[in-house]
C-alpha cells in the first residue's frame, strides 16, 4: 500500500515534443505529491510538487496533472530539449517533509534531435 | 547559498567494515532524512532525524544507524558491510520536518568488495 507505481520505464522524445510520465498510488493518506529530476552522478533535484486539494500545477514548461479519485499523477514536460535529458521520479509523502518520501521506480528520459 | 553537502563523495570498502557517511544540511534545515539508491532504482527511505531525534526508520536492518548533531549536521553508519549494502547514500534537509520540501545532496557512492 506505500508503492508508488512509475512508468514508462524509458522514454524517447523528440526535440521540442511532448513527455508524459505517470505515477500511480495506493495509499489515500498521500497528500503530497513530488517530482524529481536526477542527473548521472549528482543527487535528485526538487522539480516541481502538488497537493490533492488541487488538480494540476504548471510552472514553466513543466505541469503535473492530479487524479484523486484514480489516484494518479503526471509530469508533462511541454516543449521538450535535450537539456531535460535525465532520469524522472515521482514520489509520496504523508505530510510535505515530515514523513519518509515514497519514490517510483524511476523514468529514462532521452530528448532527441 | 550552500546546497546539502555530503561527504566522502566516493568510498570503497570490504564486506565486513563499518562505514560513516556525513552530511551538512542547507544552512538553517533543522531536519535531515538519509536515502539508500540502488542503481536503476529510487531511493529509499532509511532515516529521518530532527532536533538531535530521530523521527522516522525505514526498513532497514540494525547495521545501520545515524545521529543529528546539534549544528544539525548528521552521520549515517553502517556495520558489518555486505556487498548489497553497494549503492549511493543520500542525504536530504528541510526546514522544518513538515511542510517543507526535501532538498538532497549528491550523495555518497558507495561500493563494497
Known amino acids: 500500500q506505500q508503492q508508488v507505481k512509475q512508468s514508462p520505464q524509458s522514454l524517447i522524445v523528440q526535440k521540442g515534443g511532448i513527455s508524459i510520465i505517470n505515477c500511480a498510488y495506493e495509499n489515500t493518506a498521500f497528500d503530497y505529491f513530488p517530482w524529481y529530476q536526477q542527473f548521472p552522478g549528482k543527487g535528485p533535484a526538487l522539480l516541481i510538487a502538488?497537493?490533492?486539494?488541487?488538480s494540476e500545477k504548471k510552472e514553466g514548461r513543466f505541469t503535473i496533472s492530479f487524479n484523486k479519485s484514480a489516484k494518479q499523477f503526471s509530469l508533462h514536460i511541454m516543449d521538450s530539449q535535450p537539456g531535460d535529458s535525465a532520469t524522472y521520479f515521482c514520489?509520496?509523502?504523508?505530510?510535505?517533509?515530515?514523513?519518509?518520501?515514497?519514490f517510483g521506480t524511476g523514468t529514462r528520459l532521452t530528448i532527441i534531435p | 547559498d550552500a546546497g546539502v553537502t555530503q561527504s566522502p563523495t566516493h568510498l570503497i570498502k570490504t564486506r565486513g567494515q563499518q562505514v560513516t557517511l556525513r552530511c551538512s544540511p542547507i544552512s538553517g534545515h533543522k531536519s535531515v532524512s538519509w536515502y539508500q539508491q540502488v542503481l536503476g532504482q529510487g531511493p529509499q527511505f532509511i532515516f529521518q532525524y530532527y532536533e538531535k531525534e530521530e523521527r522516522g526508520r525505514g526498513n532497514f536492518p540494525d547495521r545501520f544507524s545515524a545521529r543529528q548533531f546539534p549544528n544539525y549536521s548528521s552521520e549515517l553508519n553502517v556495520n558489518a558491510l555486505l556487498l548489497g549494502d553497494s549503492a549511493l547514500y543520500l542525504c536530504?534537509?528541510?526546514?522544518?520536518?513538515?511542510?517543507?520540501?526535501?532538498?538532497f545532496g549528491d550523495g555518497t557512492r558507495l561500493s563494497i568488495l
Open positions: 536530504a534537509s528541510s526546514l522544518l520536518p513538515s511542510n517543507q520540501p526535501q532538498h
Open positions: 502538488i497537493r490533492p486539494d488541487v
Open positions: 514520489a509520496a509523502s504523508l505530510r510535505i517533509g515530515n514523513e519518509k518520501l515514497t
